[in-house]
């Protein structure tokens, strides 16, 4: 009986966090375009700054190294973020039901 409510309760985790990350799907998905984006930003600065005349690097060269790098760092680290906080729900309640003599 006992071991059917911890199967019970790791599925209703589990059935939240898929209701989660359905919730957040949209967000997640705006955050892979924007980062996919600036990574062809950034491709486009580089082969500007080869292709381009030797020394030659202006203003807008440079923001747009720094605009679309940090635009990687910050969409990458919002899809980190949320995955992380997923996962460690899920981490909570195995640990939650490890305490209380459910074993693997």
Do not use: C, P, W
Request: glycine share 8%; charged share 20%.
């Amino acid at each position: 009986m006992e071991d059917k409510n911890r199967r019970g309760a790791l599925k209703d985790t589990l059935d939240a966090l898929e209701r989660l990350l359905n919730l957040f799907r949209v967000e997640r998905i705006v955050h892979l375009v924007v980062g996919i984006i600036a990574m062809l930003m950034l491709f486009y600065v580089i082969g500007a700054m080869l292709f381009s005349e030797r020394g030659k690097l202006d203003t807008a060269l440079m923001v747009a190294i720094f605009g679309s790098s940090g635009l990687i760092a910050v969409s990458s680290a919002r899809i980190t973020y949320f995955f992380n906080k997923a996962f460690n729900l899920v981490e909570y309640v195995i640990q939650a039901l490890m305490k209380t003599g459910g074993g693997a």
